[in-house]
């Protein structure tokens, strides 16, 4: 491969020292390459990091400072998502002319077979786990990777022509691809996120429709009519469009009409399947859904493959998972919910009242909305974290007054059992980052989990 063969003998940087980082430095030292594992966080102890990647991996680690003598003889940087672009550090690079690829562009351009990458605020990970269960029930080889913790370079090498590879691509990883072009693409929704890496609403916007930005009519991209930033990137987008809502019925693609789904082709509609023959809950899911049968459909597969893995297909962890009914009282962890939209499906999909544990990393979010669609179903609002006290505030200005502070998560979670009665629901769907209590989301939703089947029945 041409790719292989440019690699051969290159000085390549990899920056952060994480799933990712190892992930690039592993298939760098397997393709010919001379990585250099770099991660300046001084506290590190380089022997852990060099512990981290294989035996046979021939990369070096560096940790702290890099010296100059390394930096002067680099001829590719390769980014993990968690740092930023911008930095004083990465445009030296950049300045000199070097190359600045993510973990995504290089397993890409490693890669053999046919690419779908899912992207959006909120729904990715469920979507990507759903058509990759789609895709596995017709395709032979298929791989499912990226933001959803499978680093995309640990299978690129295996890959084939008959692979498919179904990626969940985050913003953070699209401002890094150059030449990436999946077959079929996807935006799902863009609400504000991630502003403290992105700066502003329009660099974010950008950096989610980077996933089309090499794709052609022969392409196809699957986007939110609801939403209004993808409903106008679909009069721009340089793939062909297949569009899905949940509010009004369409021409042309997938839409929700009371609880059936229909696809529509020249304004002649065909029914899909009622809301009801799938395990999920929530609209956000039924979004979620009618993206995965637009993508899947777009890969060829039948529509009898689709929706009998549709009608199987349970929820992801951590997304509005439910966990169990105890003393009467139905628990849900929502703990992928770390953005106010992606809490504002949570709350949505809530039919009973609800005592309902926020808070946590502030990303500077805007909580209002958030507040807004809670729609007299919290009767109890716990809150944690750093953002607590501001959370706490906006509430109050939406008449919210059943709030509770708590110090601990623990405290917390005791705070709901204590509150709740039968035909209660307790969610928790923070609207922030577990940033500060936890090392990750999953880290909060399965302590979560671990207290609610810990509960004795009375």
């Given at each position: 491969m041409v790719v292989k063969m440019e690699l051969q003998g290159k000085k390549v940087l990899v920056v952060g020292s994480g799933i990712s980082g190892v992930g690039a430095t592993e298939v760098l030292s397997r393709v010919g390459a001379c990585p250099i594992l770099y991660d300046e966080n001084e506290k590190l102890i380089k022997a852990d990091v060099e512990a981290k990647l294989s035996d046979?991996?021939?990369?070096?680690?560096?940790?702290?400072?890099?010296?100059?003598?390394?930096?002067?003889?680099?001829?590719?940087?390769?980014?993990?998502?968690?740092v930023p672009t911008d930095t004083e550090f990465v445009n030296g690079?950049?300045?000199?002319?070097?190359?600045?690829?993510?973990?995504?562009?290089?397993?890409?351009?490693?890669?053999?077979?046919?690419?779908?990458?899912?992207?959006?605020t909120n729904g990715k990970t469920t979507t990507t786990s759903l058509v990759g269960e789609i895709m596995a029930a017709y395709y032979k080889s298929v791989d499912v990777v990226g933001n959803i913790g499978n680093?995309?370079?640990?299978?690129?090498?295996?890959?084939?022509?008959?692979?498919?590879?179904?990626?969940?691509?985050?913003?953070?990883?699209?401002?890094?691809?150059?030449?990436?072009?999946?077959?079929?693409?996807?935006?799902l929704n863009i609400t504000p996120d991630h502003l403290n890496r992105h700066h502003t609403m329009e660099n974010y916007i950008a950096?989610?429709?980077a996933i089309a930005m090499n794709q052609t009519k022969d392409d196809v991209c699957v986007l939110n009519y609801e939403n209004e930033y993808t409903k106008a990137f679909g009069e721009r987008c340089p793939a062909k469009v297949v569009y899905f809502s949940s509010a009004r019925k369409l021409?042309?693609?997938?839409?929700?009409?009371?609880?059936?789904?229909?696809?529509?082709?020249?304004?002649?509609?065909?029914?899909?399947?009622?809301?009801?023959?799938?395990?999920l809950v929530g609209m956000c899911n039924v979004e979620n859904v009618m993206a995965a049968i637009a993508i899947s459909q777009a890969m060829g597969v039948p529509m009898d493959v689709i929706l009998a893995t549709v009608r199987t297909f349970k929820a992801v962890e951590h997304?509005?998972?439910?966990?169990?009914?105890?003393?009467?009282?139905?628990?849900?962890?929502?703990?992928?919910?770390?953005?106010?939209?992606?809490?504002?499906?949570?709350?949505?999909?809530?039919?009973?009242?609800?005592?309902?544990?926020?808070?946590?990393?502030?990303?500077?979010?805007?909580?209002?909305?958030?507040?807004?669609?809670?729609?007299?179903?919290?009767k109890c609002f716990v809150l944690i974290g750093q953002t607590r006290e501001k959370i706490a505030e906006c509430a109050r200005k939406y008449g919210v007054e059943n709030i509770i502070l708590a110090d601990t998560f623990e405290e917390a979670f005791d705070i709901c059992v204590?509150?709740?009665?039968?035909?209660?629901?307790?969610?928790?769907?923070?609207?922030?980052?577990s940033w500060g209590m936890f090392p990750n989301y999953e880290v909060r939703g399965k302590m979560f989990k671990e207290f609610v089947n810990n509960l004795k029945e009375s």
């Open positions: 046979s991996c021939k990369g070096e680690v560096v940790v702290g400072k890099l010296p100059e003598e390394i930096k002067n003889t680099i001829e590719l940087v390769v980014l993990s998502p968690g690079f950049r300045q000199k002319g070097i190359k600045i690829w993510g973990e995504i562009e290089l397993a890409y351009v490693l890669g053999k077979g046919k690419v779908v990458a899912i992207t959006g680093p995309y370079t640990l299978t690129a090498l295996e890959s084939n022509e008959e692979t498919v590879t179904v990626a969940e691509i985050s913003s953070f990883q699209l401002e890094t691809i150059e030449s990436f072009r999946p077959a079929v693409s996807a935006i950096a989610k429709e021409e042309n693609g997938f839409y929700l009409e009371g609880e059936e789904i229909y696809q529509a082709q020249d304004g002649m509609s065909e029914r899909v399947m009622n809301v009801h023959d799938m395990n997304r509005i998972e439910f966990v169990a009914t105890k003393r009467g009282v139905d628990y849900y962890n929502d703990s992928k919910g770390t953005n106010p939209d992606a809490a504002i499906q949570g709350i949505k999909a809530m039919c009973k009242p609800t005592i309902l544990i926020g808070g946590g990393y502030d990303k500077q979010s805007e909580y209002d909305e958030w507040i807004e669609a809670f729609d007299g179903k919290v204590q509150n709740a009665v039968p035909g209660d629901a307790v969610l928790l769907s923070p609207a922030c980052a």
